[in-house]
């Protein structure tokens, strides 16, 4: 079992940055697969970027190329997204998502655990 908790959101001005942390606790973190996703009001979750446990591939939505970067220390248990030129359609609840496996994986079934989500507003 792995506990998954989100933190760093918050409202940012468009143009701004926010770098969103998720703790984990639980099993080795280091062979889990990251991903952060995103659900804005009467939309469905969608993907935002995912990490392999080894930390060297990673995938990118074409919604935020160039601007939000994931990275992770393992030897924190923690996985980060900053997100920069935030836009406001960057608005939403952004979830990260773990589970077991070498690959990235980028559709949100594919995911065991989740933490609760925390909001980003980008206000224009």
């Known amino acids: 079992q792995v506990q998954l908790v989100e933190s760093g959101g918050g409202l940012v001005q468009a143009g701004g940055s926010l770098r969103l942390s998720c703790a984990a606790s639980?099993?080795?973190?280091?062979?889990?697969?990251v991903g952060w996703f995103r659900q804005a009001p009467g939309k469905e979750r969608e993907v935002v970027t995912t990490?392999?446990?080894?930390?060297?591939?990673?995938y990118y939505a074409d919604s935020v190329k160039g601007r939000f970067t994931i990275s992770r220390d393992n030897g924190k248990n923690t996985v980060y997204l900053q997100m920069n030129s935030l836009k406001p359609e960057d608005t939403a609840v952004y979830y990260c998502a773990a589970r077991s496996g070498s690959s990235w994986y980028s559709n949100p079934f594919q995911y065991d655990y989740w933490g609760q989500g925390t909001q980003v507003t980008v206000s224009s």
């Open positions: 639980g099993r080795t973190f280091s062979r889990y697969a």
């Open positions: 990490i392999r446990w080894s930390a060297g591939s990673t």
